[in-house]
């Protein structure tokens, strides 16, 4: 006699066996104990991670499956996280906690209901909004065997949404600007002109005009000229050129062409390029043209040619230019551009040279990049100190490096050494030029932690050297002043974006001055002035703030050393606070900023404080007001105390015209969500309109369309079954359609993809229509002799397929249900496949039905377990049960 446990024994418990065996009149009992081993095995999970909320259905059930395929009872603790946007309606204040027990081999749905909070507009959960932990609900459960974690995210949508059209990109903008009121000046009038007008294939013609000064009030001896109070500038582009005329436009690195003029840039290929351009001096008497011609030869090689000349009225320079840019292996970039210059003297120049007299001069460029992913560096040199042009007498050398060792800590170095020489043709007798140099330097290694603090260190380094001559009587005069610091700082990053960053510098500078006026000490210097800077910033989305106390000084003027000022024993402190932030669904704009330094012994204050209004009213229309109040004080010996106080109120009023583009045109577009009873595709009165049905709206990137500043938008229908969307660009659209309803009753009759053309301003209406359903089960019929355990009859494929070979599926549940929408009447064959395996046989797998007359067929599949049996001493042997024998 065989006996088999069930397999829906709990587990980890012991059982008592007792068996009764009578024969010839005599009974025998015997008993024993069996223990079933626990088997451990629960998992959570959940059905959806997102879900949509909006004013019209504040509130989503969410789920949390539980299953325990295990064999014994588990106790579940759901730990909450829970944003501060949401709510458990179902919990009480405080509670983040809930216990779930699981029976063996049963599943548990909790079901819970969340609202999701809608705040003022001005409160902090306008920037809880922007913060996607503060919107979802992060789920732990966890008991002594297990731990499963998983979050849900909750988002907000709305039923209609206007496309705010960039105000730059329209056609037209005017703009009237006051100044100078209530300070004591006289107030100035400034008009501005501009806007964006973009034509198909992507032409864009964009332009700005400004007339400043419009009453023409002198001001500091200005000239009142409309030539020098206006400025303009309009520029055309397309794919392949650009062209551009303005009162104020440069080119050319070396060549340095600025001016009032024209310029222009043609790519017809990916492999040649014309620049031109040519400048007349808006205050001097200055002429100048440049061009240049690029050609790539090779795919990682191209060559430079070009010219140029420029008149000067004192002198004139004509220029020839050549150059390249070359990539080497992948990681490498080169580039370099050199000119020379013939300079002569003209008829006009007040020089002593011959007017024959010319100059050859010459001007380069040259760059490096090295880019790898985890290591970059650039290094660049201009150099213009060879030549006699206008744009020379500079030499920059800048170099910037970031090597990110891994994931925690980097390096990073910036340097930038700039000379400037008090060069022209004019000055080639001077046996000496004025010059000043200015050199910076940087090293950071930052180091990140896991906790969100990030500590920066390193050295940083600041040199001036000033030399002064005078051509008429030879006095000179060289100052230096080296500053060395170390850089220490610590930042602390917090929680809605917000970090705070306190600083320390340490430093000693060096300062020294010779000269050869004979009035003056001929060399001063003081070494090792010692200099420090304690500092804190914070940071956030709205609020920004420094503040800092400095003691000592890291750069000591010409001035101080040579009248021994004291600076050793300088004191300051520096508040810089800055404030941003929108009211009122971003229709006004708050902003101000103090900037305020008091400095001892000297007992010298200044202040700057600034309040500004912005106000963005309906139809393009922005008003802005600001005013801005400076205030000095210092002691004075003999009159005291002195203080300087400037007050100023700048006004503006802003109308941007709403006009169609050429290139793009705008609609306003609604859908309509209804019922449709009969199925015709047409909305009559009797028919209902549906909420809650969620529609993502996108551009078609399958085809070729013009740029536009759409943006792409998931919608719900509200309780009319209403969805709007305004100014949305002219073009062809997807969208996809799903219900929110957690069992919808409606079908949507031209499925959930759909496709539409925005051409004008129209009333898109999408019907739903009743679903015809077919439900049923999968039927078990088990061998009561199995031995194969629990079958898992979940996750199995049902079929619907219509005649013209649609098809409609379905997959069975933990209890092998099923449910098939289908949109349309119709003769379907509905089967499915035998996936349970040779011990199993289907007795039907496939049935024909007819929705023609019916909304709903219930069908069921029936699979049989082949019965086992067992062979004992070569006979065939059959089980039987203890409980009945005669089966």
Do not use: C
């Amino acid at each position: 006699i065989r006996v088999s446990v069930s397999t829906e024994v709990e587990g980890g418990k012991n059982y008592i066996l007792i068996a009764d065996f009578e024969y010839n009149d005599t009974l025998v009992s015997k008993s024993s104990y069996i223990k079933i081993p626990s088997s451990r095995n629960w998992t959570m999970r959940l059905p959806s991670a997102n879900y949509f909320v909006n004013n019209y259905n504040p509130i989503s059930n969410i789920k949390i499956n539980l299953s325990n395929k295990g064999n014994t009872t588990e106790l579940i603790k759901l730990k909450f996280q829970i944003g501060k946007m949401i709510s458990v309606e179902s919990f009480f204040e405080g509670q983040d906690v809930l216990y779930v027990e699981l029976s063996p081999l049963e599943d548990t749905v909790i079901i819970l209901p969340i609202r999701y909070l809608e705040g003022p507009e001005n409160s902090d959960e306008v920037n809880y909004r922007n913060l996607w932990k503060e919107s979802s609900l992060s789920i732990t459960a966890s008991n002594k065997a297990y731990k499963r974690s998983d979050y849900i995210s909750f988002t907000t949508i709305e039923s209609h949404h206007t496309n705010i059209k960039a105000q730059q990109a329209t056609p037209l903008n005017v703009e009237l600007q006051v100044n100078n009121l209530l300070s004591g000046s006289p107030a100035r009038y400034n008009a501005l002109l501009y806007g964006n007008i973009l034509f198909k294939k992507m032409r864009a013609i964009n332009y700005q005009f400004i007339a400043r000064n419009l009453l023409f009030v002198p001001l500091n001896k200005q000239d009142l000229s409309i030539e020098n109070n206006a400025y303009y500038r309009v520029q055309y582009t397309d794919k392949t050129k650009s062209l551009e005329v303005g009162s104020q436009i440069s080119g050319g690195i070396l060549q340095g062409v600025t001016g009032r003029g024209i310029k222009g840039r043609w790519r017809p290929n990916n492999k040649n390029t014309l620049e031109v351009i040519a400048a007349q001096g808006r205050y001097n008497q200055y002429y100048a043209v440049a061009g240049q011609y690029t050609r790539r030869l090779f795919r990682s090689f191209s060559a430079i040619i070009g010219g140029g000349y420029e008149d000067r009225y004192t002198s004139n320079s004509t220029s020839a230019k050549l150059g390249t840019n070359f990539s080497l292996f992948k990681h490498h970039s080169f580039k370099a551009e050199g000119i020379i210059s013939e300079t002569k003297n003209s008829q006009n120049s007040p020089s002593t040279l011959p007017k024959d007299t010319s100059l050859i001069g010459y001007s380069y460029y040259l760059s490096y990049r090295l880019h790898y992913k985890k290591f970059r560096f650039n290094i660049s040199n201009t150099n213009t100190l060879n030549n006699y042009n206008r744009n020379a007498g500079h030499n920059r050398w800048y170099s910037y490096a970031s090597w990110r060792i891994n994931s925690k800590l980097n390096i990073t170095s910036h340097f930038d050494k700039s000379k400037i020489v008090n060069k022209y043709y004019g000055s080639i007798l001077d046996t000496d030029r004025s010059f000043n140099n200015n050199d910076v330097g940087r090293i950071t290694l930052s180091y990140y932690t896991s906790n969100g603090i990030t500590y920066m260190l390193g050295p940083l380094y600041n040199g001036i050297t000033q030399h002064t001559y005078s051509n008429t009587t030879g006095i000179t005069g060289d100052y230096k002043n080296l500053n060395l610091s170390l850089y220490f700082a610590t930042r602390f990053s917090l929680k809605k974006a917000r970090s705070i960053t306190p600083s320390i510098t340490w430093g000693m500078a060096n300062a020294s001055y010779e000269t050869t006026d004979p009035n003056l000490q001929p060399t001063v210097s003081k070494n090792n002035i010692k200099n420090l800077r304690i500092g804190i910033s914070y940071f956030s989305k709205t609020f920004r703030f420094y503040s800092s106390y400095n003691k000592g000084v890291g750069a000591v003027s010409q001035q101080q050393l040579m009248f021994n000022g004291n600076w050793e024993n300088t004191e300051s402190i520096m508040i810089r606070p800055q404030y941003e932030k929108y009211f009122y669904k971003n229709t006004i704009k708050v902003s101000s900023y103090l900037s305020y330094i008091y400095s001892m012994p000297s007992g010298r204050e200044s202040a700057n404080i600034n309040l500004s209004l912005d106000f963005f009213l309906n139809h393009g229309w922005n008003f802005y007001i600001s005013n801005n109040l400076y205030n000095t004080s210092h002691n004075d010996k003999e009159f005291g105390r002195i203080t300087n106080r400037v007050f100023n109120i700048f006004l503006g009023i802003r109308k941007s015209f709403d006009l169609p583009q050429p290139r793009m045109k705008y609609y306003d577009y609604d859908f309509l969500f209804y019922h449709d009873i009969n199925g015709n595709n047409i909305h009559e009165e009797n028919e209902k309109t549906i909420p809650n049905m969620l529609m993502k709206i996108q551009r078609d990137r399958n085809i070729i369309q013009e740029t536009s500043n759409f943006t792409e938008m998931e919608l719900v229908s509200d309780l009319d079954g209403a969805i709007s969307y305004q100014n949305l660009p002219e073009g062809e659209y997807l969208t996809t359609i799903k219900s929110l309803d957690e069992s919808p009753k409606l079908h949507l009759l031209n499925g959930k993809n759909q496709k539409f053309v925005a051409s004008e301003d129209s009333i898109v209406y999408i019907p739903l229509v009743e679903s015809f359903r077919i439900d049923g089960r999968l039927i078990l019929e088990r061998d009561k002799n199995s031995g194969e355990g629990k079958i898992d009859i979940s996750s199995i494929k049902v079929t619907a397929t219509s005649e013209t070979g649609d098809n409609y599926f379905s997959f069975t549940d933990i209890y092998g249900g099923f449910s098939i929408s289908i949109p349309k009447s119709g003769n379907y064959m509905i089967q499915i496949a035998n996936v349970l395996g040779e011990n199993f046989t289907l007795k039907r797998s496939n049935y024909m039905v007819d929705l023609t007359y019916v909304k709903q067929v219930t069908i069921d599949f029936t699979f049989v377990e082949k019965e086992r049996g067992i062979n004992f001493e070569n006979q065939e042997y059959e089980f039987k049960t203890i409980t009945n024998p005669d089966k």
